[in-house]
C-alpha cells in the first residue's frame, strides 16, 4: 500500500493546483456606504467623511503570508486609508475611496 487514499481525486503524475476561493468578508453589499474590491478580496467604504479598508491585523495569520490580499477571518479589522499626501483620504461617498482603496492604512488594523 502507498498510504494513499484510493478515493483521492488526483492521480500520480498528474499536477494538480487546488485553490481556496473567498470574498470580500464583509460580503458585497454594493450600496453608498461600503464596496468588494474582489482583486484583493478587501471591503473598503466612506464613514464620516473619511475612506476605510478591510486590513489584515490579527487575521495576517489567515493570509498565508499574502499580505496585499485580504484574509478570510471572522474578525472585521479595517483601517482608515491614506490620502494621495500621507493625510486620511477624504470622501462623501464609497466611489470617492475607489482610487484609495490600495493606498494602505494610515495606522493599525482595528476592530
Not at 32 to 49: A, F, I, L, P, S
Not at 68 to 89: L, M, R
Not at 95 to 108: A, L
Amino acid at each position: 500500500s502507498s498510504g494513499i487514499n484510493a478515493e483521492w481525486p488526483l492521480r500520480p503524475g498528474v499536477c494538480s493546483l487546488l485553490v481556496a476561493v473567498h470574498g470580500c468578508s464583509w460580503g458585497y453589499k454594493e450600496d453608498q456606504t461600503m464596496k468588494c474590491e474582489v482583486d484583493n478580496n478587501c471591503n473598503y467604504g466612506c464613514h464620516k467623511g473619511y475612506c476605510w479598508s478591510q486590513c489584515n491585523g490579527a487575521c495576517a495569520v489567515r493570509s498565508l503570508g499574502v499580505n496585499h490580499k485580504c484574509a478570510e477571518c471572522n474578525i472585521k479589522e479595517w483601517c482608515w486609508q491614506k490620502g494621495d499626501y500621507g493625510g486620511y483620504a477624504q470622501c462623501s461617498t464609497v466611489d470617492d475611496c475607489y482610487n484609495y482603496r490600495f493606498n494602505g492604512c494610515t495606522g493599525s488594523c482595528t476592530v
